[in-house]
DNA sequence: ATTGGGACCTGCTCGC
DNA sequence: TGCGAGCAGGTCCCAA
């Protein structure tokens, strides 16, 4: 569910709420096997003893994932999968469904994890090993980062035979677009998601290169997307409002913004695509 | 090495 | 009303 944008936008609600402030508790109900936890961990119970009393003096995002570092040199991973969220709770409320996680902080206050379809994962690194092995960090560029000038895009079509549409999706060449966000892209960019990657010209690519920032600009500026079965949720529990904007996704059979065309679907590295068929070539 | 397909989960909608 | 099929924002693993 989230990309990009959406954890961006959980990132920027909760940094002010936890940045500075030591964990009282993180609390794995009832069934810990509702949340993967990084496999090496022995169990939920000490993997709660590892982060209590650790203050968060950080909170960063990688493509999808959430940093939250640590004063012990530790680094908190939090990916949502398809149906994460992770909010502030508000301690009147019931508990929400499919809660898997509760990080409790020291001076009042609550992150709730919630996740029906237990995709999400919590990670806990040191900060020495977090640039090795495991992986949220073989990513590649930040697309909205200054290490992502149009060339960077092109080094990561080079040679790569597949859909653009699966490049795209591909977190080794640009991190944090998912299903939404390239099918988004690939529709302001005029082009075909089905295009072989090798075979896209240097314009096209400079075209790509700016839709892919600006649209993710945009999706952060409304907050993100909770598309139509409303699955994401920002860091205060709220729908975010990019769903409004959105110009093919989830709009199979409507006419395309551009030149009326009904858009239609194809399925594209075993995910839905949604594009023009007449102006996107 | 790259690519595509299935697996991992649950919930929801649709058609019969 | 009930039930199975199909689908969903992601990633990993495996075989070709």
Redesign the pocket.
């Known amino acids: ?3 990009l944008p ?1 954890v961006e936008t959980i990132r920027r609600d909760l940094l002010p709420l936890v940045k500075g402030r030591a964990i009282a508790a993180v609390e794995f109900p009832p069934d810990p ?1 509702g949340l993967r936890l990084l496999r090496r961990y022995p169990s939920a119970a000490a993997f709660a003893r590892r982060l209590r009393g650790r203050r968060i003096i950080d909170l960063r995002r990688r ?3 959430l940093l939250f570092v640590l004063d012990s040199g530790e680094v908190l991973i939090v ?5 994460g969220r992770l909010f502030l709770s508000r301690p009147s409320d019931a508990p929400p ?2 809660l898997r996680a509760v990080v409790r902080l020291r001076t009042g206050g609550a992150l709730a994890y919630t996740d ?4 999400g994962e919590f990670y806990l690194f040191s900060a020495a090993r977090k640039e090795t092995a495991v ?2 960090f073989l990513l590649g560029p930040e697309p909205l980062g200054k290490d992502f000038p149009a060339g960077r895009l092109r080094g990561a079509l080079d ?5 653009l549409k ?2 795209l ?3 080794k060449a640009v991190a944090g ?4 966000y390239s099918d988004e892209a690939l529709f302001r960019a005029r082009l075909d998601p089905r295009r072989r ?2 075979r896209v010209r240097a314009g096209e690519i400079r075209a790509l290169h700016r839709a892919i920032r600006a649209v993710l600009s945009e999706a952060i500026r409304a907050r ?9 949720r920002d860091g205060f529990d709220r729908a ?1 409002s990019f ?1 409004l904007r959105l110009r093919v ?2 709009r199979k059979g409507r006419p395309c913004p551009r030149c009326r065309t009904p858009i239609r ?1 194809a ?1 594209i ?4 695509s949604h594009f023009c068929p007449k102006c996107q070539t």
């Open positions: 569910m989230p990309e959406e096997r493509g999808k994932y990916h949502l999968g398809m149906s469904a499919h029906p379809r237990k995709f992986n949220p040679g790569r035979r597949a859909p699966a490049v999706l591909d977190q677009l998912g299903n939404i990657a090798d993100g997307t909770t598309a139509e079965d409303g699955g994401y975010g769903q996704y989830q679907t399925r590295a075993g995910r839905t």
